[in-house]
């Protein structure tokens, strides 16, 4: 990557660290395919409109490094319950 293709990429990483802070995306990251490079993101969002906005806010979207795809899941996917419950009063 050049330089500047570093840099963006280190803004895309941090904008989706913050959405992974902020509890609108569940996971994110690269997948380790060796034909290509490219990443794969779980978001939990109200509607297609906020998903789009979020697309079009990434850093490596807007700088053209890097075009979305988005698929719905189906409400019938299976969500693993949290390995420890919350205790209350833990940050």
């Not at 034909?35 to 906005?53: F, M």
């Not at 697309?55 to 490596?60: R, T």
Request: proline share 9%.
């Amino acid at each position: 990557m050049t330089e500047t293709e570093t840099k963006v990429m280190s803004e895309h990483i941090a904008y989706w660290t913050g959405r992974v802070e902020r509890g609108t995306t569940v996971v994110f990251g690269p997948v380790l395919d060796p034909k290509r490079a490219y990443g794969i993101g779980v978001v939990e969002v109200e509607d297609e409109a906020e998903l789009r906005a979020l697309l079009a806010s990434d850093p490596a979207v807007k700088a053209g490094l890097q075009r979305d795809e988005f698929y719905p899941m189906s409400p019938r996917s299976i969500v693993r319950k949290p390995k420890l419950p919350l205790e209350e009063g833990m940050p």
